[in-house]
């Protein structure tokens, strides 16, 4: 009898993936077998990189001047079958209408093994979870969509007041704005090599000095609800 295992583990969420994370993985995998091999493809710009080691990767990854968008780590363990004994994680930019775009696949012929590392690289993978994706990987744009048409209908016939309009509007301007440009404030995931450091920062700080801006729209709003019912 042959066993063979195959499990692809999807997610919404994203993952920081840094020097320590990718030395932490190899650690994992080759504890297991130290005749192990490994392997990184990323995808930056237009073009596709595949390095050997990881060693190649950290000391090359600096000449790439595009921003890396793909990210794929794969583990290789020797096999007595055909079958190929793998770990690999993916991590790709989500398109517009679907955040589900990150996964780990394990390819194994050894039940025990294939358990030990997916209970292993689990708890990794845990620890590097970029922290806003558990709001931001939620499927905004239906809801914002939805709730624009409610706004609209709510407008023409009167259903609710005029001054809840306006605080109302802004909100659904903002929430529409935010579903149709997240992943350009808040990336998915965090590629920390390369370019990517330098316009992640940027992006941290324009995604400061918008959350001011929600802020500060949200207690305008709330105060010119209050101004309004008092003194008209």
Aim: glycine letters at 4%; a neutral charge; charged letters at 20%.
């Amino acid at each position: 009898m042959t066993q063979t295992i195959s499990d692809c583990v999807s997610t919404r969420l994203g993952y920081r993936i840094d020097r320590a994370f990718i030395d932490q993985f190899v650690s994992i995998v080759t504890n297991v077998s130290s005749q192990a091999t490994f392997e990184i493809e990323i995808k930056a710009g237009a073009g596709r990189y595949k390095f050997d080691t990881p060693s190649e990767f950290y000391n090359t990854i600096d000449s790439i001047v595009e921003y890396i968008d793909d990210f794929t780590l794969c583990g290789f363990l020797p096999s007595n079958s055909v079958y190929s004994n793998k770990v690999k994680l993916h991590l790709e930019k989500p398109d517009f209408y679907s955040y589900k775009s990150n996964e780990v696949i394990y390819d194994f012929d050894d039940e025990k093994v294939y358990r030990l590392l997916k209970t292993k690289i689990s708890a990794l993978l845990k620890n590097q979870i970029v922290g806003h994706t558990y709001i931001t990987a939620l499927p905004y744009f239906p809801f914002a969509f939805s709730f624009n048409l409610f706004i609209l209908f709510s407008s023409l016939s009167n259903a609710i007041a005029f001054p809840y309009l306006i605080p109302l509007f802004c909100f659904d301007m903002l929430f529409l704005a935010f579903s149709l440009s997240r992943e350009k404030v808040f990336p998915k995931n965090e590629i920390e090599f390369g370019i990517n450091i330098k316009k992640d920062s940027k992006i941290k700080s324009a995604r400061n000095f918008i959350l001011v801006g929600v802020l500060l729209s949200i207690i305008l709003g709330v105060a010119g609800n209050i101004v309004y019912a008092r003194f008209f």
